[in-house]
Structure formats: structure tokens, C-alpha cells
């Protein structure tokens, strides 16, 4: 039998953000600095870096770019014609799809907000099941990004 999912808070997600570098177009990484709320931007293709300070430290906007990345794009994200999918890293990802993936889904426990979990907040076409294996793919390949 299947396990049920462990829903998570965004917030779990945002120590580390993968986001378009604004110089060359690779790869860079937005990390949470201690005791401050600027980000350090560091690209792991030209080297470029810089601190970004963040227009709003919270994710209420979908995909969050604007208010946590300051208007950079995320890496891990793409357009599909049922609506965007985004992750903020790795984890994020691989957590999204152990959602998708998962056909017992359980909802979250009803402490405090409702919408407060990461899968709460999905558009409804990643959630559908009729979508599970377009979902997938578009995860695997944003995985070989």
C-alpha cells in the first residue's frame, strides 16, 4: 500500500533558489544569508555575484519571482499550455513530484491556513490525474535542465 504524502510549507524550500543568471543566462543560485534578509546571487557559470535584497520575503505571488527573486527568473521553471510549473531547487521538485506521482493524497492537517502547504498551492492541472504523466515529463525534463 501506498504511503500518504507529507505536506510541506513553502518557506522549507527558500534556504536555496535556483534562478536564471541576469548576465550570461546560466545557472545561478540565490542563498539565504544569515541574519539578514538580502540574498546572495552566485552563478555557477561566469562566476557573476552579487547580494539581491528581496521586495517581499514571503511567496504569495505564483511563480514567487517577483517579490522573493527580485524579478529574476527561476531555473526550474516552464510554460506549458495548461499554465506554468515552477520549483525554487531541487527538493522542491523532487517533492512535487512525489505529489504527482502519488496516488493516495491525503490533505493537509487543518492547523492554521488552510492554503499553507506546498501542494495546496499548485494549480489544479498538476493535480489532476488525467495531467499525472505530462506532469512527469515536464518534471524530468526540467530535472536535465
Known amino acids: 500500500m501506498e504511503t500518504a504524502h507529507i505536506h510541506r510549507h513553502d518557506s522549507e524550500f527558500l534556504r536555496l533558489i535556483l534562478v536564471v543568471c541576469p548576465t550570461c543566462g546560466g545557472k545561478a543560485q540565490l542563498t539565504k544569508l544569515d541574519g539578514v534578509t538580502a540574498r546572495r546571487l552566485v552563478c555557477t ?9 528581496p521586495r517581499n520575503g514571503y511567496s504569495i505571488t505564483y511563480p514567487p519571482t517577483d517579490n522573493i527573486c527580485n524579478g ?11 499554465g506554468r510549473l515552477y520549483a525554487f531547487n531541487e527538493e522542491h521538485l523532487d517533492h512535487i513530484a512525489a505529489y504527482v506521482a502519488s496516488n493516495l493524497r491525503e490533505m493537509a492537517p487543518t492547523r492554521g491556513l488552510r492554503n499553507a502547504s506546498v501542494t495546496s498551492r499548485l494549480p ?22
Do not use: F, P, Y
Open 45 to 53: 557559470v561566469c562566476g557573476h555575484n552579487r547580494d539581491i535584497e
Open 72 to 82: 529574476l527568473s527561476l531555473w526550474l521553471e516552464a510554460e506549458t499550455r495548461h
Open 124 to 145: 489544479l492541472w498538476v493535480k489532476q490525474a488525467k495531467n499525472r504523466t505530462e506532469v512527469l515529463k515536464l518534471i524530468d525534463k526540467l530535472r536535465s535542465k
